[in-house]
């Protein structure tokens, strides 16, 4: 385990208790299909059940890719989760962007360990999402852990009152288990209150920004995890967890770990399967986040033949490395399915929808234009100039601009019959060699 920070709980010993036992929580999260975290996380998992401790490898949520759908086999339903049965994961809490998602039940089908949503109902039969269980019992060496999940909000579902439903469940549980976990998307208020719940041992809760762990004599411990990966070490006698600590694991500075087969998987490409391990092109590196929008919102634009292009930062993904690229590449650099828009917009609205955030953020990666800010002092920047084509930006000009479709953008936007995959791909395969560069067309002053 590679921790940069570990919290470590000490509780009381239980009085009178007789058999103290261990046991490795890995907890992972948005790992969101990567195959490469997804065998570093394996082979991470690997050498701490070598160590010989009782280990369970649980994914907190949102474990499918964005485009899932966009990957065919002929054995297989879902690429993430054919990922997650050969890194040998034992559960999977189903997150706000699993369970919402077409086809999740087909996925969830092909899992080889339990997939859990304990409050989450589908609203027209009141049962909980096919393929899915309230509750499980998984072995960790000789002992039993009982494992609820709990969901904050599920779009597309009914979902109970927290509490009430750990209430509801624990009983049903306790008398089968050393050991009860309730795995979280929960608020901290809410966590409060879980932790109460009789019978509750350990909460899981995937808390953004922060890692700790807190212990409360009488109550559940709690791991507030705001890493994607993290081990959570227990020790604990007669049901009741004596010490703990929690880890972060810097999953970006895991050792690389010999990647899964991915030669029975493919990706529609211009109209083609292409397999996810053959080169369509190769890459000279350089790709950094602004590198990688950059290159972008060039190919929509060019492709569009608009004036401007523009691709939101937020969809930006991982750009390449130096080598070969495929289609496994192309996933990571847009990790989304869009059909290139063209809309037409006045300069004044370009002028607006160019300004920063509230929080003096960038929201978009333009092409075609120099934006220049005022660089921001105590206050956020404000936008000061726009040059399109070389030319100041002219307020009661229209200018035809590439965007992708499904953002929220001014004005109609027309989707084409190209999608922005198929773009990049094309602009990859006519390329010697594709390079991130980042120019003058974002300034500060």
């Known amino acids: 385990m590679r921790p940069f920070l570990t919290i470590v709980v000490a509780l009381l010993a239980v009085p009178g208790s007789s058999i103290a036992a261990e046991l490795t929580l890995i907890y992972s999260v948005d790992v969101g299909g990567e195959a490469a975290s997804l065998a ?46 050969r890194a040998g994961y034992d559960l999977w809490f189903a997150g706000h962007r699993d369970a919402s998602r077409d086809g999740f039940s087909t996925y969830a089908a092909t899992a080889d360990f339990p997939v859990i949503a304990t409050n989450l109902h589908r609203p027209e039969t009141g049962r909980p999402p096919l393929q899915v269980q309230s509750l499980t019992v998984v072995r960790a060496g000789r002992s039993k852990v009982g494992v609820i999940g709990l969901s904050a909000t599920m779009e597309g579902y009914t979902v109970g009152d927290p509490i009430s439903a750990a209430r509801y469940y624990i009983p049903l549980l306790d008398s089968q288990c050393d050991l009860i976990v309730a ?27 922060e890692t700790a762990g807190e212990a409360i004599e009488g109550e559940a411990f709690v791991a507030h995890i705001g890493s994607r990966l993290a081990g959570i070490d227990l020790s604990y006698e007669a049901g009741s967890v004596t010490n703990a600590s929690v880890s972060e694991v810097d999953l970006d500075h895991l050792p690389e770990a010999a990647g899964f087969d991915l030669s029975d998987w493919s990706v529609t490409i211009e109209g083609q399967p292409v397999s996810l391990s053959s080169p369509i092109g190769q890459s000279s590196g350089g790709f950094m986040h602004a590198a990688t929008g950059y290159y972008i919102s060039d190919v929509i634009r060019e492709a569009a ?8 930062v937020g969809h930006v993904g991982q750009g390449p490395g130096k080598g070969p690229v495929t289609p496994s590449d192309l996933i990571h650099i847009y990790p989304y399915e869009a059909k290139i828009g063209v809309a037409t917009l006045k300069g004044i609205q370009l002028r607006e929808l160019l300004s920063l955030s509230e929080i003096g953020e960038l929201m978009f990666y333009p092409s075609g234009a120099v934006v220049v800010y005022e660089r921001p002092s105590e206050s956020v920047g404000t936008l000061i100039d726009i040059l399109v084509g070389g030319m100041p930006l002219e307020d009661r000009k229209e200018y035809t601009v590439a965007v992708e479709t499904g953002v929220h953008f001014p004005g109609r936007v027309r989707a084409t019959d190209t999608s922005v995959r198929d773009a990049l791909a094309g602009a990859i395969r006519i390329s010697p060699s594709i390079k991130g560069v980042v120019d003058g067309r974002i300034q500060k002053r």
């Open 40 to 85: 570093q996380i394996g082979a991470f998992s690997k050498g701490v059940r070598e160590g010989g401790r009782p280990t369970l490898l649980v994914d907190g949520g949102n474990a499918l890719s964005p485009v899932e759908e966009a990957y065919v086999s002929r054995r297989h339903s879902s690429l993430s989760v054919h990922l997650m049965n």
């Open 183 to 209: 795995i979280t998307d929960l608020t901290r208020e809410e966590v409060s209150r879980l932790a109460k719940v009789e019978g509750l041992d350990v909460v899981l809760n995937r808390t953004p920004g």
């Open 305 to 312: 033949g608009t004036d401007l292009g523009l691709v939101s």
